[in-house]
């Protein structure tokens, strides 16, 4: 069992930044793939960005490109999304998930993701 703890959300104003970490349980982190996906009020669950287990390979929606990049640091079981120049649509619940090894993966699909963690706020005013 893999268990996904988010924190790092809040309220920014645009134009500004936040870094949302994710924090991992389970002793074979290093193989995991891993994914942020939101979810906009009204919206379905989107891909925002995902990084293969080694953190060779990155991936990003055409949305936050450029703006947005994603990180992997196995010795501390945790990934990060820093986001820079957050725009008023960048506003969401953000989710954290992992794709253990097993299974195909895809890493902008949410089908591919074995474990979600329980989300965090992001909020950004105009």
């Known amino acids: 069992q893999v268990q996904l703890v988010e924190s790092g959300g809040g309220l920014v104003q645009a134009g500004g930044s936040l870094r949302l970490s994710c924090a991992a349980s389970g002793r074979t982190f290093s193989r995991y793939d891993m994914g942020w996906f939101r979810q906009a009020p009204g919206k379905e669950r989107e891909f925002v960005a995902a990084?293969?287990?080694?953190?060779?390979?990155?991936y990003y929606a055409n949305s936050v490109k450029g703006r947005f990049t994603i990180s992997k640091d196995n010795a501390n079981n945790t990934v990060y999304l820093q986001m820079n120049s957050l725009k008023p649509e960048d506003t969401a619940v953000y989710y954290c998930?992992?794709?253990?090894?097993?299974?195909?993966?895809?890493?902008?699909?949410?089908?591919?993701?074995?474990?979600w963690g329980q989300g965090t706020q992001v909020t950004v005013s105009s």
């Open positions: 990084i293969s287990w080694s953190a060779y390979n990155t």
């Open positions: 998930a992992a794709h253990t090894p097993g299974s195909s993966w895809y890493p902008s699909n949410a089908d591919s993701y074995n474990y």
